[in-house]
């Protein structure tokens, strides 16, 4: 009986592992910051032109960074599971800041005016 609960037990302890393996060609944090702040430009553009087809502005950020699509979802999943997004999505943040400094203030007053309101539902 010893024997099987210590099996069991050595199972379980070896069982235990990441539930994603890493990426062979995993992007870099920073690398990965900067698409997004990219991807979020493009993405406005898509806003503004909502009956154009602007899928190759995603090709072109993607080109531009000298990187693949799979290595790109692969990467963002990883560092989904990992938890580790938000650490890039801020970085992100601060590139899109230093790109257009007003953007700070605009950001400001939306807070400032959603303070007495209930907060806007995210997806």
Known sequence: MKKLIFIFVM???????????????????????????DLALNNQA????????????????????????EDFVDSFKYYVVKQKIDEIVDDAQLILLKKDPKAEKYIKEKMKNREGNQPILER
């Open 11 to 37: 199972m379980c302890m070896f069982s235990c592992g990441d539930y994603i393996d890493k990426p062979k060609n995993l992007l870099d944090k920073k690398v990965m910051s900067e698409i997004l702040a």
């Open 46 to 69: 898509i806003n503004m032109y909502p009956n154009k087809n602007l899928e190759a502005g995603t090709r072109f950020v993607l080109k531009a960074h000298n990187v693949k699509s």
